[in-house]
Structures are given as C-alpha cells and as structure tokens.
C-alpha cells in the first residue's frame, strides 16, 4: 500500500498526475465535492449562525467509504483539490467528511498539471485556508437563500416549476431591458454620401462624405451641386501608428474570443479547457489574472525569438481591470510554450491553438503602422463648402499581428484598407458618388460573450459562474437562442454618374437575428415581477456589492456570518409579504372585444404556456387558444388573436378519416384522424386548404414507408435533431457520412443495424428480463439503471459488475415517481 495519498477532483487529473509521482503516492479522485446541502430542504439554520447543513449525497456514499479505507492505511493524505475557493472548499469537506488528523493531512495547490508544478507543490505544503472556504459557503448560503425563498413564491404567484437565483435572475434582466430597448427602438433615417475615385495612374479607391444629410431634399441637393464638378487631393497627412497585443486570456476573455472566432458556446469553452487542463496542456482556467509568471514569459520570449526572430519578442506585464481578482495567480496559458500546436480531439486542438496563439501575442512587439489621411476638394460652379475624406493603413511591421489579432462583438466600422500613391494637388476623376438611405440602428442582442462581458464589466458573478448561469435561464426557458426572422425595409439610394441622377429603390432585412439571446414570455413575467416586488436583489449594485463582500470575506476583512445575517433580516421579511400579498402575475393583456359576443379577449400566461382567452375568468363558456411559438404575449395583436380562435379548421376526409388544422404548443400541424404532421416553415395555417393537406399526408406517408425489411421488421428513415437515421425494431440509428443517406444498399443497412445491435450488446452489464430491468454503461464512464421508462443515473466509483437484482430494486424504488393520492372534494348544496 502506498504511504501517501493524494486526492484530487477528477480522475482524469489523477491520471495525469500520477504519472509524475512514484510508486509511494496513489492518487484517486473524489470527484468533485462529496458533501454539500440537502435537494430536498433549506439545509440552513437561519435562527441561529446560518450553519449550513452538508450531507454525502447517497450516489456519493460509497465512494466516501473507499476513500476512508484509503486514507486510514495511508501514512499522509494531500488533499490537491483546484487552488480556488470551490476547490479550497472540496479540500475542506474532504478532511471533515473522512475525519482526517492535522498531522497526517498536508493542502497542496498548483495551477498547471506538469511534473515540476506537482513536486513544487508537494514541496511547498500548507493548511486549507478557512478564509477561501467561509467565503465558498457564504456564496453558496445565500444563493440557497435566495433560490429557495424566492422559488415557492413564483410558484404561488406566477407559475409552478419555476425558479428564481441572485445572479441568473439579473442576468435575465440585463436580457429582458436589452430586448424592451430595441422594441421601444424608433429607427432615424438619413442619407450616407459614398463616392469612388480614379487617380490619374488609373488606381481606383473610395471616399465618404464625413457628415450625414438629414433628408432627401439635402442628399439630392448636394448630388446636383457636383454635376459637372472637378475633383482634387486638397490635404494629406501621414502619422506613424501603432497597436499593442491583448493580454494574455482571463476565463472570460477565453469565453469570449472562442465564441467569436470558434463560435463555441460559453459552457463548451470551459468543458473543453477542462480537458486540456487536466491533460497538462494549458494552466487553471478559472481565474481573473492577466500575469504571467517569469518563466512563462523566458519561455515565450525564447520561443518567440527561434520561431520570428529577436526583433518580434516584447516581454511585457499587464494589469488586470477585474476589482475583485480571485486567488488564481496566472492568466490561461500552456504550460510548454514550445508545443504550438496539440494532437487529438479537433475542438481541444482548436481551442488550445487559441490560447496559445494569444499567449505568445501577448509577448510580441507592437504592430508598427502608417495612417494615411485624405481630404478631397469639390470644386463646381455652385459653392460646395463639403470635402470628401479617405482614411487608410498601411502595415510597416506586423509585429504580434504575425500570430494574431483580437476580434470584436460587432463589426461596425469598415476596415481601413490601403490607399494609392498620392500628393497634394493630384486631379481625381469621379467614377460615381451614391446617397444612400440608412437608419440608426437598435441596440445588438446579446450573445454568450457579450452577456459574459457585460457581468464582468457590472462586476456580477465571477469565471467559475457564467457558464453555469447562462446553461440555467436557457434551461429554465427563461431565454433561448433562437432565430428572430425581421422584417423587410425599402431604402433609396441616389446616384450620381455620368453626369446624371438616377434613383432606385432597395431592400433590406431589419432586425434578423441568429442564436442570440432572446428573452422568452416567462423569462420576462418572472423578471417584471421579480423587479417589482425584489428589486434590491435585482439591482446591478447589490448584486456587483455582494461579489466585494465575497472577496473581503476571502481575505479575512469580514465575517461571513454576519454577512448573511444582515441580508436575511432584510430579505425573509419581504418575502413574506410578497407571498401573502402580492397579486398573481400571468402577463395579462386585453385586446378588444369579442365582435360576436362582446366578451374580452385577453392573452395570459396559462398552465401549458401563452394563451389567448375569450372571456373573463368566471366565464363558464370562455374559449382558450394556445399562441403559435413565433408570438410573444406583450407583442401579439388583436387581429393575431382572432386568427388563432379560427382553428382548429375541418378540412373534409381523406382514406376515410377526418383532416384538419390546428395549432399546437409546437407548432401548427395538419391532422389525419390520430396522425400529426407538422406544417413546413413559414406556411400559415389559415392558408391551408385540402390540397395542401392531402400532398403534406403523402409526403409523410413515403417518408414513413419502409425502405426494406430485415428480420422481418420493417426499416425507415428520416432525419432528426442530430441528423439523418434509420428505425428499426424501435432503436435509432444515426446514418454518419461513410454512407450515402439518399441512396442506402441493402448491405448498408444490414451493416448499420448489425453494429448497433453489438453496441447494444456491448453496452450491457447485467439484466433482470422478468423484472424488465436492465445496467448498462452509459457516457462519461457512468452507469444507467433502467426500468420502463425509470432511469438511475450512477457515478463512475459504481462497481457495476457487483450490483444484485435487491440493490438494483432498491435504487429504482426510490428514483421511481410516488402514486398520488386523489382526495374526494367535498361539496355543498347550494340553497
């Protein structure tokens, strides 16, 4: 037995590790924490210390059990959980949950997984740091506080199943403001002056106007002052420039940059620079630091200089903005400069290859340019007091843009490109000059990396938050990431060539949008209430203050304590109130009135979803409809509504069964007696009639036809969410690109079905056929229980192969749903 053991979170970090320590050190995993606060209860003494109430969740039970029989035969225990406050706080549940001795327990941290950080750390020991754990319960206390209290009351007063949190609620808001600014959005219009020129050598460039005319009249104004007009460079000036790299990556800054140029999502970035951490590949990669340690930077600027030469090395320290910095000492940078490049996985290649490309950047020169700045004279027999400007950039040493550049959110301003020679006093032929119609554009939605960007510069949440805030209010449907269509919007352009005007009239989508973030009706109900009635846990300062206290708390300047007791004293009585007297909040609007009846039609928000109504709530006779997916409840208008109550629609009968249209909470949908077929996109179904249903019917029905039998079972096809399949004996099998779909063989299928079954087979453990219960392997190296439509997930510590047919009983009798007891209700006679 080895004499020491060292625990880390993940067990691919103890693979790596365990290659650099000898055979004295077993390293194993504890995967991730072992004890935290009760599902089922607050798990939180608010009459007394606001102790929290930690348990060993019981799919951690059997793995708490195994690591004290380690640690009990192990002569030292390190405890090398992640060098921040959720990892300090790992440490610290570690030593109490196992009952470890001070004497023999020894607190390692290192923010790189290489041989010299692990033996530097084992050489370099302290304490858990009491500060960095109180300052993780204190996080985690009061977002328990505030998501268990304020949850129930959107459950009595908005709807059941929601929730509510202190930093994905303002999240929420920020979207929902975002959204309400570009509704409330009145475009200005006015007219950009473009015009192209031709130097005397024959080189054409492009020049603007460096104002905007208000109106036509003023555009078309200025194009007739410049009939028969003469154009010269009337100024030019050259000024030396220069441009200076970006730091070195922080976790926000990498959730940003991969979203623009690898269009990552902000939870894909950090479960892939996970992997690369625990490989060894890149440094911790949850921190706020823009440093970079005095090796890190000898390594870059050796690099640098072996692989562009000696007058592209810069080495350089920069200063990070964030105010409360977390313990993490570097910024994200790998830990071999030498390596420019790694094998494997496509997207951890990708993704490395952009930390390291900003990392050396960091390091390089500064990008010498030359800034070339045009003025182009009008003259014409009508006094034209205007001038034509042309800006340009010149590279005269590329220094760091070499390996890289930064990119922006939204490219607003075109890119300055390179102009021809010219001098003072040079003629200029005028090829055309347009003037264009242009509107002030509405704020940009949100992306993942604005949204990022902007918490950070509010100074709400912190690295290790985003990610796991953004994936929640998506997963709450509170936002979602769709496609907003726009609409389309004339312009006119005037242009002048040849001495004439011509006009023509333009066409361009306004307000299109694709996979930014869109707050849906239930994300902004639960945020106008949230606001009204909880506006102090909404508010950006409250939320950015408690973060400071967060950090003072870390360094030992507060006690965490009494930090929650200031809030809750606050907070619990308020809540209170708002429970007992607030008034429901559903999104109501009324409309109009019903023409046939005179009843109001309203829309809320109902049990399934959006819904229009006619009639009042007492109406015995009221009529619901649900909305379509593409209306939202504060915009849908009164002739929208009377639309909906038009369906469902009888179109006749067709093989002997009714058809019909309808709308349906996925979308609208021809019906034939119990078969669904869903309207292609765009199609409004008002304007379906029976022809358009019977081809839709066909069209699903040879969709549906078998395409060949094999074991005498019928096989199909079609294409779902993640892309073209096969059916067969009730499994789906995905169809990848080594076969062609539309043409599929006969061996081709048999091919598919047969490495599918043996997938099937592969996967299973162990089974139960007369109790219809089955163990298989599932992702991830975990284990799934199944019975009917009963799943239990089971960690990757499970010994399957051990589990007993009891065992396996007892774990789906818990996972399975209780019976609900239906209670008669009890009614009076009226008299």
Known sequence: MAKNLVIVESPAKAKTIEKFLGKD????????HIADLPSKELGVDTEGDFTPKYIVPSDKKSLVKELKSLAKKADMVWLASDEDREGEAIAWHLAETLDLK???????????????????AIENPRKIDYNLVNAQQARRVLDRLVGYELSPVLWRKVKGGLSAGRVQSVAVRLIVEREREIEAFTPVGSYRIDAEFTTLEGSKFKAKLPKNFETEQEAR??????????????????????????????TSTLQQEASR????????????????????????????????????????????????????????????????????????????????????????????????????????????????????????????????????????????????????????????????????????ENNYVTATQRFTRPPYRYTEASL???????????????????????????????????????????????????????????????????????????????????????????????????????????????????????????????????????????????????????????KYGPMAQIGDPEDEDKKFASLRPDQQLHLVTFEEVMDLFKLPKTLGVYDGEEVEVNNGRFGPYVRLGKKFISLPKGVDPLDVDMAMAKEL?????????????????????????????????????????????????????????????????????????????????????????????TKVELPKSTKADKITLEEAQALLEKKAPKKKTTRKKTTTKKK
């Open 697 to 789: 019917i066909e069209e699903k029905k040879k969709a549906d036809a078998p395409i060949y039998m094999y074991e005498g079972l019928p096989v199909q096809k079609g294409k779902g969410r993640f892309g073209p399949f096969i059916k067969w004996n009730n499994m789906f099998i995905n169809v990848n690109k080594k076969y062609d779909f539309d043409n599929l063989s006969e061996a081709d299928i048999e091919e598919l079905i047969e490495a599918k079954k043996q997938k099937e087979i592969d996967k299973l453990i162990n089974e139960w056929p007369e109790e219809g219960i089955r163990l298989e392997k599932a992702r991830w190296g975990r284990f799934n229980l199944i019975k009917g439509k």
């Open 102 to 120: 001070d004497e023999k327990t020894k607190r390692i941290v290192f923010h790189e997984i290489t041989k010299s950080a692990i033996l530097k």
């Open 452 to 606: 990022v960007k902007q918490l950070e510069e509010l100074g709400i949440g912190r690295p290790s938050t985003y990610a796991p805030t953004i994936s929640t209010i998506i997963n709450r449907n509170y936002v979602e990431k769709g496609t907003v269509e726009g609409v389309e919007r004339n312009y006119l352009q005037l242009t002048l060539e040849n001495d004439a005007v011509k006009e023509k009239t333009l066409t361009e989508t306004v307000g299109s949008d694709k996979g930014k973030m869109v707050p849906t009706d239930i994300g902004m109900i639960v945020n106008d209430f949230l606001v009204d009635h909880f506006g102090n846990i909404l508010d950006y300062n409250f939320t950015a203050k408690v973060e400071e206290d967060f950090d003072d708390i870390a360094e030992g300047k507060e006690e965490w304590t009494k930090m929650m007791k200031d809030f809750y004293g606050k907070f619990h009585p308020r809540v209170e109130d708002v429970q007992e007297n607030a008034d429901r909040e559903s999104g109501e609007r009324i409309l109009g009135e019903d023409p046939e009846t005179g009843k109001p039609i309203l829309v809320r928000l109902g």
């Open 261 to 428: 140029k690898l269009y990552f999502s902000v939870g894909k970035t950090m479960t892939i620079a996970q992997k690369l951490y625990e490989a060894g590949s890149i440094t911790y990669m949850r921190t706020d630091s823009v440093n970079l340690s005095n090796d890190a930077k000898a390594a870059a600027q050796k690099e640098i200089e072996s692989s562009y030469g000696s007058n592209y090395s810069q080495p350089r320290n920069f200063k990070g903005k964030s105010k409360g910095a977390q313990e993490a000492h570097e910024a994200i940078r790998p830990t071999d400069m030498s390596l420019h490049t790694i094998e494997g996985d496509y997207d951890q290649a990708r993704l490395y290859d952009l930390i390291w490309k900003r990392t050396i950047a960091s390091q390089m020169s500064d990008a010498k340019l030359e800034r070339t700045n045009v003025k182009i004279g009008i003259t014409s027999s009508e006094q034209v007091n205007e001038n034509f400007v042309a800006n340009g950039e010149m590279i005269k040493f590329d220094g760091f843009l070499k390996v890289y550049l930064e990119g922006t959110d939204f490219e607003e301003e075109e890119q300055e490109g390179m102009l021809p020679n010219l001098s003072k006093g040079d003629a200029l």
């Open 221 to 250: 104004d200025f194009l007739q002052k410049n009939l028969n007009a003469s154009y010269s460079v009337s100024e030019l000036a050259k000024k030396p420039a220069k441009k200076s790299p970006a730091p070195p990556f922080t």
């Open 25 to 32: 050190y077993k390293v194993t995993s504890s995967f991730g």
